[in-house]
């Protein structure tokens, strides 16, 4: 077997494949499994899986290990369902899979998604008694968090007798990954902490804080970010640029972009074309277009990339510098930059927010590629800011073509309507979504308030503290009134009185998180607010008066962009 290694290891092309494997029929070795078994493997894996799937067919009797070489080929190509088929094969065989013909089995199900036939190979590893293998129970805790199936991964790990540091990964990644952010912190921290249940200690590595700065990115916890950080550091991780970036596109997310910046300019490893991108981003997603085409334009090398160009591009687009926007368009073919759809859809966006609607629709109308929905989206988008009735038809047309169902398409369409008490048309436009069945996403919030994590929906009255915080709401619409405020009913898309549009309107879920902080965090805090949709007018103008009322800092995160409200005003200066 030694002798079959050291041929394979100076095989560097395809023929030297195909005349070691003269070789070994010639003197014989083929027949022994050992020495074809390993050659199936690397030929399978490393060199051409369809020449090794043709050696496979021609072996009369070809036993366990032969499989798990071509099981193991499909699995890691791009085709990895062909690897079910081919166990299925194997099941009808006289030789039985052992554990590693299980493991390749599930590491084909994580990658083709295939929760069922997953599922399957559980009750079979039952069935054969290798359950007790700490690689296989991982193996299939992985499979079910990327298949999504977070509870038979958080169900396994609770009964894996033993744990190893890639069990713990899989599932801090896989809840990180599956919308259940606050749990991964939880399990993180858990594994931080050291609590010893008998299974093993593990120490957090690269791959957990990964997933522990994934959370927090999503549930915009910054104080939890810095405990992160802090092992990070601690722990010398942060020569890892890998982690760095991580690092740099937590703090962004959650909108401490100076503390994102501190660490890019204090990095102890190498910057690499994402170090730069993400900065670049985090500084455009915050508002800070100057910042971001400052550190653009000091980059020599590594040089601006398809993603560079996007994220300064993005800069443009969340600061209003329109014509600087187009200029770097134009410059990408200069500089032998592809453009994709991705950019014409940020130049899209950047005319459209400018109220430029003929521009972008002619922009759309050339490109050189199909243009995708979101590029509709984005045109219809802006169509319902500037009250382009006309236009919005137009969008609404192309998408209704496409075929796509998205709720915000139909309220966006409805939202043009209704500011221009078109009721009837509303009315059709909801019509049409009851018959294609399209829902609503519901809105939502969340906050951080002295290391927990609180949701709030629109209306909502689950929190224990739900009347305090609809007395502050009050008592912030009493001293908003006293500077001229009147409620931006447009926002509300139901044909109603004044007065039930203001009571829908009070109590949106950025307003609750927002008054929450109010009442729970001292007056010199800033107040952040992480939400899912993007924020409403009328909310924006009460969060800037708030913010000048009351003297606190409050950001806000949406679905685009970041605004900082400070003393009455917000940095995105109304543009967004």
């Known amino acids: 077997m030694a002798y079959v290694e050291s041929l394979l290891h100076k095989c560097t092309s395809f023929p030297h494949i195909q005349q070691l494997h003269a070789h070994l029929l010639i003197t014989g070795l083929f027949h022994l499994h050992i020495s074809r078994s390993k050659f199936l493997d690397f030929c399978a894996t490393s060199v051409n899986l369809s020449y090794a799937a043709a050696v496979f067919r021609s072996v009369p009797l070809p ?19 062909n690897a079910v088929t081919c166990y299925l094969s194997m099941s009808r065989a006289p030789c039985k899979p052992d554990a590693l013909t299980c493991s390749f089995f599930l ?49 396994l790990f609770d009964e894996m007798s033993k744990r190893d540091i890639a069990s713990w990964n899989a599932l801090i990644s896989g809840l990180a990954q599956g919308n259940r952010p606050y749990e991964a912190l939880k399990l993180f921290n858990r594994m931080r902490e050291g609590g ?11 791959v957990t804080v990964l997933g522990a700065l994934s959370a927090c ?18 722990n010398f991780l942060d020569k890892n640029v890998i982690v760095c970036n991580a690092v740099i596109d937590m703090y962004a997310k959650c909108g401490a972009v100076e503390k994102a910046y501190t660490v890019f300019e204090g990095m102890n490893c190498s910057k690499s074309i994402i170090t730069w991108n993400t900065m670049i981003m985090g500084f455009a997603m915050d508002g800070n277009g100057v910042k971001a085409l400052q550190l653009f334009n000091r980059m020599a090398w590594p040089m601006p990339d398809g993603v560079t160009y996007l994220a300064a591009l993005c800069a443009c687009n969340h600061t209003g510098l329109v014509d600087e926007g187009v200029r770097l368009f134009e410059l990408m073919d200069k500089n032998g930059v592809s453009k994709n759809v991705k950019h014409y859809g940020s130049v899209v966006d950047l005319l459209g927010r400018a109220g430029r609607l003929d521009e972008a629709y002619k922009i759309i109308e050339s490109m050189p590629m199909f243009p995708d929905v979101v590029l509709w989206q984005t045109l219809l988008g802006a169509s319902k800011t500037y009250g382009n009735v006309e236009m919005a038809e137009k969008a609404s047309r192309k998408l209704v073509e496409m075929g796509s169902s998205t709720c915000g398409d139909f309220v966006l369409l409805s939202n043009v309507y209704a500011a221009h008490e078109r009721w009837n048309d509303v009315g059709r436009v909801r019509d049409t979504m009851k018959t ?18 609180y949701q709030f929906f629109n209306g909502d009255k689950s929190h224990p503290l739900w009347r305090e915080i609809y007395a502050k709401l009050e008592e912030i619409g009493f001293r908003i009134r006293e500077l001229g405020y009147e409620a931006e009913t447009n926002y509300v898309l139901h044909d109603i009185g004044h007065e039930e549009k203001e009571n829908a309107l009070s109590h949106h879920s950025e307003k609750l998180a927002v008054a929450f902080g109010l ?53 995105c200066r109304d543009y967004w």
């Open 519 to 571: 009442i729970s965090s001292d007056e010199k805090s800033p107040i952040n607010v992480n939400k899912n949709l993007r924020i409403c007018g009328d909310c924006h103008a009460v969060i800037k008066l708030v913010s000048k009322l009351y003297n606190r800092e409050i950001i806000v995160r949406d679905r685009t962009r970041f605004h900082r409200f400070k003393e009455g005003s917000c940095s």
């Open 63 to 81: 036993l366990t290990n032969d499989w798990n070489a071509i099981i193991r080929g499909h699995a890691q190509s791009l085709h990895p369902i």
């Open 436 to 453: 294609r069945d399209v829902k609503k996403v519901p809105g939502f919030s969340y906050t951080e308030m002295n290391g927990a994590i």
């Open 217 to 234: 990115s999503q549930l915009g916890a910054t104080q939890e970010g810095d405990k992160v950080y802090e092992y990070i550091r601690n």
């Open 196 to 206: 010893n249940d008998g299974r093993g200690v593990m120490t957090p590595n690269e």
């Open 107 to 155: 590491k084909a199900c994580a990658r083709a998604l295939a929760r069922i036939e997953s599922l399957q190979m559980h009750s079979q590893v039952l069935k054969s008694g290798f359950d007790a293998d700490v690689l296989l129970q991982t193996t299939l805790l992985d499979v079910y968090a990327k298949c999504g199936d977070l509870d038979n991964s958080c169900k």
